[in-house]
């Protein structure tokens, strides 16, 4: 099921957003666990993250399940939105993207690519996210928040930069985008550090609680009684 596209806008107008929610990794760090499923205030992650994105400016949503999707479906099967499942997760995140920008529908002006695992989100970051973008200067396609100089997400960018992505090879995605078009990119300097609060590792989910007070919790039955005992060294 996918939102209905509700107009289209020019630079400072009405900008018609698709949102691409990745929530298709391995999470290894994580003891190979689906980290989107963690709970704030008893909200899995991913339903805060959908939430955010509908609740300001967002016209149509994609979610891209791989890794666990039997799990995660059911937590977000309500959210009108286009589930997509993506059959080689293992490929990576640009795969999972390109098949985000392929499942989103023809007429959007810009593309907003979020994580299911940023813990703070809101939909007040959405809208003003959205809202740089569409004061982003002149000549930039890409807009990302950065903290202190560091890169954040979610980011937005325009319905061009979307079909040069998929124009691209298979190796194309955000980051090689941006490397090849510097002068396209409009770093946004916030000093929001919702964009940059992600949970990798158990150790982001301790450095959260004492930063914020914010307890991030495993549903039950995801919980164990070494929940990390089988941690994986590779880098998800």
């Not at 995660?72 to 997509?84: F, G, K, S, W, Y």
Request: glycine share 10%.
């Amino acid at each position: 099921m996918t939102n209905n596209l509700k107009g289209h806008g020019g630079r400072h107008g009405r900008v018609a957003v698709g949102a691409v929610l990745l929530a298709a990794g391995p999470a290894s760090r994580m003891g190979h666990q689906p980290k989107c499923l963690l709970e704030l205030g008893g909200v899995p992650l991913i339903r805060r993250q959908l939430i955010a994105l509908s609740g300001e400016g967002v016209d149509e949503l994609v979610v891209v399940l791989g890794h666990y999707a039997d799990r995660i479906e059911p937590v977000v099967r309500d959210v009108p939105a286009t589930l997509v499942r993506h059959p080689d997760p293992d490929a990576g995140q640009v795969s999972s993207l390109r098949l985000g920008l392929q499942a989103l529908a023809g007429g959007i002006d810009a593309v907003l690519v979020a994580l299911a695992d940023q813990p703070l989100i809101e939909a007040q970051d959405i809208k003003d996210l959205i809202s740089a973008y569409k004061k982003r200067p002149a000549g930039a396609e890409l807009v990302q928040p950065t903290v202190d100089g560091l890169p954040g997400n979610p980011v937005v960018f325009s319905r061009a930069v979307r079909e040069q992505i998929l124009a691209g090879g298979a190796h194309v995605g955000g980051k090689q985008w941006q490397a090849a078009h510097p002068h396209a990119v409009y770093r946004w300097a916030t000093a929001n550090t919702h964009y940059r609060t992600d949970v990798d590792s158990p150790e982001d989910i301790e450095t959260l609680a004492a930063r914020t007070g914010q307890r991030l919790r495993w549903p039950a039955d995801l919980l164990t009684e070494e929940p990390f005992s089988t941690l994986h060294p590779t880098i998800s």
